[in-house]
């Protein structure tokens, strides 16, 4: 079972949501503006959090990037808009995936099911620590390290990095990227590869703009190192 | 430039027509002067001969006995040729219808017929002739007696001269006419030109403006000077331009409102689509638990169903509304094709139906998601239509840097009459199906998804029958999105 903070303003979007998840054996938390969204994620710490973008008062990305500057609970995005520029905001803001309405409940858990599993998977890696350059990744304890203080880091980031870090100096697709950390089985949505690796490179590069770990291969995707 | 001879055209017929009237104007005023002063020239020559003779005549003939001799008769008619010595004529007398007496030995040359009506002549005649390459007058004059006026003349006398230096101002008056009327011929065709130039610049500047509007710049309009006929074309040119401007600025207006509305529904539908949405999964379940009564059951299916098609409409809705808006970009990648395709069948599970030939590694700069989409359109309108035991194949080949990919079938193909609309939003393959599983909408956003990647995709008939859908994209897509 898990804890589902829905943030969305409309109440038949909200109440079909919350029918679709609880039929599937989830809890469900129902807040329609942002600003209940963040007094309800402090109160309950959900385990996931479905996040409507058109919200009245406070923006869904400003609510995202709320949440991201104290808590790195995974995000969802529950969007009508088709707005491709603001699921990619959505993404920079700090969510890890985003589902376009309208989506069945079974879509919706799916993607919930692939972002939640993403923090516990790679534990099960044969190595459990490893250092690159001054990163040190601990795969057990599913943090990362630089120079010795932890890097936040939101599901996603951590997924991708263990995962580029798994397998040092080895190219990596976007479209496979997607398929192993996102488990987007469709031809997916490569921005949401870019946007993650952008975040992650703003919290474990020296200076993101000629990043040192997640290299791009142009052309390709992206490798981790050399250093 | 629709017809540059146009203008070449219509310049050449002014200028022809203008020479023509000036040199016909010309030539007539010239023949018709040249005719008058001949006339007049010739019968002032004959005028001034025939009153010198009859004074001559007069003066001497009272001196004639009344039976005069032939002797007498040859020294009147010297005495004649004497007086008449400046104008140089040559006489000769006939007394009562005789022979001709003259001076000298030569006869004077008179025209027969002048002889002939002579005779019986109770006036003075005159005739003209050539004699010697030269031209002539010859006249004659019956000397009545006093006596017996009436009755046959006794003696006519006949005289003859030359014209020639008649003939001559007759000549230089010709030449004058000719040397008046040839220069009007450049003169004319100057003048003809300016005044075509002048004329024809408001007509080449109305097609340059009429090509304007022809390619699309329903803006413009063609400055108006003065008020004649063809100031009138451009402003009646004008008001066409702008009334086609206001039309075609209505159309697109009414046009966009239309889109709007389609892609304003479509949203506003999205919302209580996405709560319904979210609970087929719960009415699907209940439907099927068999705990619910039959009809109920059946109803719940039912609203489940329909609601999926309702929402992929909807979708395919937006997706047509963004293409209509230009909103639609792409997200280009270099993908591998083979595996494109196999990937498209095997996520719909499709790959156990449809044969392929691809070429491996084959890659290509291209929108993943966007070819999955048209693929997997082809491919289930393929499986969709072709009949149960339809086979389907899947082709790629390369051509001039193009990736050409084929999904043909051996069903029933497309029929003639829809052949050319099967790719018009809401035409069905199916009409006995009115409502198929497909939007209708399907094969018109894989048109405008090859069309977005600078591709195309057509439809056939194979000639051994079933349907050949071609999608063809360039390599190397450029990315518009920029």
Known sequence: MTRVLVIEDDPAVRRGVSLGLRHRGHETLLVATGEDGLAELVASAPDIVLLDLMLPGMSGLETCRRIRAFSQVPIVILSARDDDVDVVVGLEAGADDYVIKPASSEVIEARMRAVLRRTTQSASDGRTRSTHGDLLVDRVALRVLKHGAEVALAPTELKLLLFLSAAPEQTFSRQQLLEQVWEHSFHGDYRLVDACVMRLRSKIEDDPRSPRYIQTVRGFGYRFGPL | ?482
């Open chain 2, 1 to 482: 430039m629709i017809r540059p001879s146009l203008v070449r055209g219509l310049r050449a017929q002014l200028v022809v027509a203008f020479l023509l009237v000036s040199v016909v104007s010309a030539l007539t005023a010239a023949a018709f002067t040249f005719r008058q002063g001949q006339s007049a020239i010739v019968a002032r020559a004959q005028a001034d001969a025939l009153r010198e003779l009859r004074a001559h005549v007069a003066a001497r003939v009272p001196d004639l006995p009344a039976d005069p001799g032939a002797a007498r008769l040859r020294t009147l008619a010297a005495q004649l040729e004497r007086a008449g010595g400046a104008r140089g004529w040559r006489t000769a007398l006939s007394y009562r219808g005789g022979p001709l007496v003259t001076a000298g030995g030569q006869a004077p040359p008179l025209p027969a017929q002048l002889r002939a009506g002579a005779a019986s002549a109770a006036t003075a005649l005159a005739q003209r002739f050539h004699h010697a390459g030269t031209p002539w007058l010859a006249v004659s004059l019956p000397v009545t007696a006093a006596a017996r006026p009436s009755g046959r003349p006794p003696l006519v006398v006949f005289a003859s001269f030359s014209l020639a230096s008649q003939q001559r101002d007759v000549d230089a008056l010709a030449a004058a006419a000719r040397t008046g009327a040839l220069p009007v011929v450049p003169a004319s065709v100057v003048l003809a030109l300016l005044a075509a130039r002048r004329l024809l610049r408001p007509v080449r500047r109305l097609r340059s403006a009429a090509e304007r509007v022809a390619g699309g710049s329903l803006d413009t309009r063609v400055t108006v000077t003065g008020d004649d006929e063809l100031a009138d074309l451009g402003r009646t040119f004008n008001t066409m331009a702008a009334t086609l401007q206001a039309d075609a600025e209505a159309l697109r207006a009414v046009e966009a409102r239309a889109r709007r509305f389609a892609a304003d529904v479509s949203h506003e539908l999205r919302t209580p689509l996405a709560a319904m949405s979210a609970v087929t999964g719960v009415l699907d379940a209940d439907a099927a638990s068999g705990r619910l009564a039959p009809l109920t059951a059946e109803a719940v299916q039912l609203v489940s169903d329909e609601t999926r098609k309702l929402t992929r409409l909807v979708e395919d809705l937006i997706e047509v509304s963004r293409f209509d808006a230009g909103a639609a970009v792409l997200n280009l990648d270099e993908v591998d094709v083979a595996e494109l395709v196999a990937k498209t069948l095997a996520l719909r599970h499709w790959q156990d139906r449809v044969g392929t030939d691809l070429p491996p590694g084959l890659r290509a700069r291209l929108d993943p998601r966007r070819v999955d989409v048209v693929l997997a359109n082809l491919v289930g309108n393929a499986l969709r239509h072709g009949g149960p035991q339809v086979r389907v194949l899947v082709r790629v080949r390369t051509d001039a840097g193009r990736i050409v990919v084929t999904v043909s079938d051996d069903g029933p193909g497309i029929p003639d009459d829809l052949l050319p609309h099967v790719f018009d939003r809401f035409t069905k393959a199916d009409t006995a199906r009115a409502r198929s599983d497909g939007s209708g909408l399907g094969l018109a956003i894989a048109a405008e998804n090859a069309r977005l990647h600078g591709g195309a995709l057509t439809a056939a008939n194979a000639p051994g029958g079933g349907a050949v859908l071609t999608l063809t994209l360039p390599r190397q897509t450029r990315d518009a999105a920029g």
